[in-house]
């Protein structure tokens, strides 16, 4: 049975402003007014889902680790800005925060600013609209361009998902796709029907059309994503984690980055237009 309705709070995380999210079912999510970064997530009657390092950094002008990270307008060092752009380490304003029925929502966007313009110099509006519903989170970027030269952007909702054991867990969905490994710095196709996950994993799934699974012993979950063609599939492992100092030496254990991403064909957004895309979990 379904409890009352109760409207979403503004909480304290970690010294940073959040908003909490109930659904009347019991899905529960919180969502920073810093980078708009969901840093978690538990289905209706379910355990936490995604991934937040327990050493992970609240502080402003700083990317947090874990969550969802929103990726924008620079995937990792492809173009010359700060590794993964800017708009995870800035503040976002919320618009609006609601609950119904059968869902809970909050909406949070950000503009171009002086401080986003002296790093990029164009205007835009990114909006992240992210609704929890009973086994489901759905996430929507949306950005628009209100100047009147076109733009152009990459994207990626870098989702930190919690795992009991990586190598226990297989990613399945991605047979026959091109991808390019970053960490052998070499383009290659997936033979595999699922991918277990053994050593450092840094790739980039191009055009990747179907959806995903993630398959634990215990559990699993479905990953969709519309509009965003890419897949980034990122697990540090042993030696990358050690060099992170907000990151437990074992932490990369207990987590798997499946990214939804516009990386390969940045988006090429005319005046005045707008972009979408979607990255889905659903719980299982
Ligand atoms: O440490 P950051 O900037 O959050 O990036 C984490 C990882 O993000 C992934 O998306 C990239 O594919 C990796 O190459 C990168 O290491």
Request: proline share 6%; glycine share 8%; net charge negative.
């Amino acid at each position: 049975m379904s409890s009352p309705v109760s409207q979403p709070q503004r909480i304290d995380f970690h010294g940073m402003p959040a908003i909490h999210l109930r659904a009347p079912d019991g899905a529960e999510a919180i969502v920073m007014e810093h980078g708009a970064h969901i840093v978690s997530w538990k289905p209706a009657g379910g355990v936490e889902r995604l991934y937040l390092s327990p050493d992970a950094v609240f502080s402003e002008g700083k990317a947090i680790r874990g969550g969802v990270p929103v990726i924008f307008p620079q995937f990792g060092d492809r173009g010359p800005l700060q590794g993964h752009g800017f708009a995870r380490n800035q503040v976002w304003e919320v618009v609006a925060s609601r609950a119904g029925e059968d869902h809970a929502m909050a909406h949070l966007c950000l503009r171009d600013s002086d401080a986003s313009r002296a790093l990029w110099p164009h205007q835009f509006l990114l909006e992240l609209t992210l609704s929890i519903s009973g086994a489901r989170l759905d996430i929507e970027l949306e950005c628009s361009n209100p100047g009147s030269e076109p733009i152009s952007f990459m994207a990626a909702l870098h989702t930190y998902l919690a795992v009991r054991e990586v190598e226990q867990a297989s990613l399945q969905g991605l047979h026959g796709q091109r991808y390019y490994d970053a960490v052998k710095k070499k383009d290659m196709r997936e033979t595999g029907t699922e991918l277990v996950i053994e050593e450092e994993t840094d790739r980039v799934y191009f055009d990747t059309r179907n959806p995903l699974l993630l398959k634990e012993p215990h559990r699993a979950l479905a990953i969709q994503s519309e509009r965003l063609p890419d897949t980034v599939v990122w697990n540090p492992w042993v030696e990358r984690s050690i060099k992170f100092s907000d990151f437990p030496d074992k932490g990369f254990r207990h987590m798997l980055c499946v990214e939804a991403a516009t990386i390969e064909h940045p988006v090429q957004l005319a005046a005045q237009h707008s972009w979408w895309g979607r990255q889905t979990l659903m719980a299982l």
